[in-house]
């Protein structure tokens, strides 16, 4: 059974820091891109960060870049993202998705598997 299971989401103050983990199973971990996405309450879902599991590449949307760092476990099956310097305007529900394609896409349609979602908040 394939599986996405996000983690270490919670409350936090603007400024703050949170590490959020991906955690998977059933598939050929090694061979997929893990991309995390995040949408906020009346706003599409957007890509923010992702690397390849296969060539290590990764991938930051302008809104996270310089703050948000990506990177992958393989002996653990994982993908962090280290979320440094937060805004309010990071609240957002935030999944992990995995394509077979191993590589970046901005189309969510890419993405063959996803996780449920863990919930991020920033105070102000």
């Known amino acids: 059974e394939v599986q996405l299971v996000e983690s270490g989401g919670g409350l936090v103050q603007t400024g703050g820091s949170l590490r959020l983990s991906c955690a998977a199973s059933?598939?050929?971990?090694?061979?997929?891109?893990i991309m995390w996405f995040r949408q906020a309450p009346g706003k599409e879902r957007e890509g923010i960060s992702c690397i390849s599991n296969s060539d290590g590449s990764t991938y930051y949307a302008d809104s996270v870049k310089g703050r948000f760092a990506i990177s992958s476990d393989a002996a653990a099956n994982t993908v962090y993202l280290q979320m440094n310097s937060l805004k309010p305007e990071d609240t957002a529900v935030y999944y992990c998705?995995?394509?077979?394609?191993?590589?970046?896409?901005?189309?969510?349609?890419?993405?063959?598997?996803w996780g449920q979602g863990t919930q991020v908040t920033v105070s102000s």
């Open positions: 059933g598939f050929t971990f090694e061979h997929y891109a």
């Open positions: 998705a995995a394509s077979r394609s191993g590589t970046w896409s901005e189309q969510i349609g890419e993405y063959d598997y």
